[in-house]
């Protein structure tokens, strides 16, 4: 699996917690930054990731900003992406068995790190169900998004 990853500056301090996270589970990743603390706008590095997703560079996304709430309206506005806003470890599980999210979004400033990486691992270590219901209703977001704005 290879996971994007991508933050401003108000998520920047989760971003080595998490690649060491990455690292210790030989997780590749690609990193499309930022990578300073000055302040810079999340749409940029949501866009990044979201495009390598949607592209199939890479497997799935993580997004941290201040509160993952900037990042992840921005993801969900690239066609192909479905991006959870997930602060628990229970939703990070179902956005991926009922939801099939490719992408995932976090505030720095709602989760501390430990939370954080295993809100990740729930992300990154559970398949989407495939249930009929949910590929039904996953099916239907794509539809929508051929639809949308014409
Ligand atoms: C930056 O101050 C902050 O607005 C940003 O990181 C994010 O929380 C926006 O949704």
Not at 82 to 88: A, E, F, K, N, V
Not at 98 to 107: E, F, K, P, Y
Not at 124 to 136: I, K, M, Q, V, Y
Request: hydrophobic share 35%; aromatic share 8%; glycine share 10%.
């Amino acid at each position: 699996m290879k996971v994007a990853i991508g933050c401003d500056h108000g998520g920047i301090n989760l971003k080595p917690v998490l690649t060491d996270y990455l690292e210790k589970k030989g997780i590749e990743y690609v990193d499309y930054g930022c990578y300073d603390k000055s302040s810079t706008d999340y749409n940029e590095y949501a866009l990044k990731v979201s495009n390598a997703v949607a592209s199939g560079e890479c497997d799935k996304g993580i997004l941290f900003c201040g509160t993952g709430i900037g990042m992840s309206i921005v993801a969900n506005k690239v066609k192909g992406i479905r991006c959870g806003h997930c602060h628990d470890v229970f939703s990070a599980k179902m956005t991926r068995l009922h939801n099939d999210a490719n992408v995932m979004a976090l505030g720095e400033r709602v989760v501390g790190p430990g939370l954080m990486i295993e809100i990740v691992d729930a992300f990154l270590s559970t398949e989407f169900s495939g249930d009929e219901r949910h590929a039904r209703r996953v099916q239907k977001i794509k539809d929508l998004e051929e639809k949308s704005f014409r």
